[in-house]
């Protein structure tokens, strides 16, 4: 029997197109029908510049909350010549319609929190490998460059700071690699969720520090990829745009390839609505190890560390003739004990001698 058909052909962006109440997808050689799960994702995608919120419009913000000297700093830093306010929002795209959008709000307002309550870092530090026992908790407001330098200053007060001598220069070095995990602070005010009430929040505990961040990976992205491949889904392009002319950020998705590389053991997780960055702390690690059994190699690493430190003081020694036990023992993170003991067998040795007294005098360094 013989059908009459209509052949039917149409183009056009307003996607989804339905059919009888039904929206289908071409698949091979096949239509096939979307799921509700399908749908949803394909009408987000197709929204998804208009429901940005660092592009969106704050609509309490005026150009007279702005603070020029923030504006100023920021155009000094990616290069860029100032005139007014108003004209370098505009240059920067920060403005619609003469409106300042939320990016320009939260990094150059005065006090940014007067139009976002999670314009905020919570911070604290906890005496144990849990939230049981509270030893510090702090909270800031402010833009986001000032909320990440915070961060940053935050974990280094709190975690603990070795030494190491180059030539006779002393460096500090922090347990947790330094920019490991200041990218993985910028990258939490960065790419989180600012529709979501809560703060970024860093942890500090006896085994290790978190960077929590509000809201999941974005753009489809997954724990597995941001290891091991160089992708970036930016949930706040505009953001990531301002953060970059000042180099805070890379372009191409090396925030997480660079952290890896000077912290390989750290851990990514999504818990809840929360991103979290950890990084192990060396010195609860390594204290757990010395506390099992002494072998023989241990005895052996044991005095070659005690030779490295009466090597450490005689370099300070050198540079500062002056310095007192005190002194030393803050430098190296060693106890009074221990420096004065070091100093008794350097004097045995005949490589160490006291001229004058206590409080005047200074030390010779035998060369021998």
Known sequence: MSKSCIKVRFKGNDIPYFAYGRAYIRVADEDRQLSAKELEGLIL????????????????????????????????GSGLKYDTVHNALEKLKLMSDGKLLNTAAILFARKPQAFFSNARLRCAVFNTTDTSFTIDMQDFEGDLFYLIEKAEGYILKNIHIGMKLEGLRRIDVPEIDKSAFREAIINAFCHRDYREFDSVNIAVFKDRVEIRSPGLLYGGLTIETIRTKMVSERRNEMIAEMLHRVHFIEKWGRGIKLILSKEPDTKFSEIGTKFIATFKRRSYFEGKKGLGKLDEKGRESKEKSKEKSKEKILRLMIDNSAITIQEIAEILGMSLAGVEKSIRILKQQEHLRRIGPDKGGYWEVVKK
């Not at 998804?48 to 923030?70: F, G, P």
């Open 45 to 76: 995608r197709k929204n998804k510049d208009k429901l940005r919120w660092d592009t969106e419009v704050c609509k309490e913000a005026k150009i007279t909350d702005i603070s020029a000297t923030k504006v100023k700093s920021f155009l000094k």
